[in-house]
């Protein structure tokens, strides 16, 4: 089994800064494709980023590019978002997600991943 633990979520003002961490346990965290996606209350969940097991492949969702920054320390057992410029539009739960699947590529859709973190809550305030 895997586990994936969310943490460094809470309040900041607009335009603020928050960095996330995703830590795992468990079985090879390297060979995961990791994922972000978030989730508002009454909306959909969004996809947000996506990082290749090796880092080489960096997707990130139309609403948060230029601003979010996702990265993995595959010694650690980690993947961190870096969230920058942040707008009261970005707040919602984040969780964090792995993708066992082969290949290089990574995926936007929240079916393809297979183990999910409690998720950690971000708000905004304008």
């Known amino acids: 089994q895997v586990q994936l633990v969310e943490s460094g979520g809470g309040v900041v003002q607009a335009g603020g800064s928050l960095r996330l961490s995703c830590a795992a346990s468990?079985?090879?965290?390297?060979?995961?494709?990791m994922g972000w996606f978030r989730q508002a209350p009454g909306k959909e969940r969004e996809f947000v980023a996506a990082?290749?097991?090796?880092?080489?492949?960096?997707y990130y969702g139309d609403s948060v590019k230029g601003r979010f920054t996702i990265s993995r320390d595959n010694a650690k057992n980690s993947v961190d978002l870096q969230m920058n410029s942040l707008k009261p539009e970005d707040t919602a739960v984040y969780y964090c997600?792995?993708?066992?699947?082969?290949?290089?590529?990574?995926?936007?859709?929240?079916?393809?991943?297979?183990?999910w973190g409690q998720g950690t809550q971000v708000t905004v305030s304008s």
């Open positions: 468990g079985r090879t965290f390297s060979r995961f494709k």
């Open positions: 997600a792995g993708d066992t699947s082969m290949g290089a590529s990574v995926n936007s859709w929240h079916g393809s991943y297979d183990y």
């Open positions: 990082i290749s097991w090796s880092g080489g492949y960096i």
